[in-house]
């Protein structure tokens, strides 16, 4: 599991659009705390760079 900032630097964006990018569905988080900080799988992201291409 990986941190906002470092799933954002994995994909080659700002934290806002990686942010802005799970707002509106595009990104799953694959878990989130309670205290609300969410936690990407660098697999799965680096499949929905592969499947959807950079922005």
Known sequence: MITT???ARLLGVSQPTLNRAVRRGR???TL???GGHRRFDSAEL???LYFE???
């Open 27 to 29: 990104l799953r988080p």
């Open 5 to 7: 900032g470092e799933a």
């Open 53 to 55: 291409g950079p922005e």
């Open 46 to 48: 680096s499949a929905a």
């Open 32 to 34: 989130t705390t309670p």
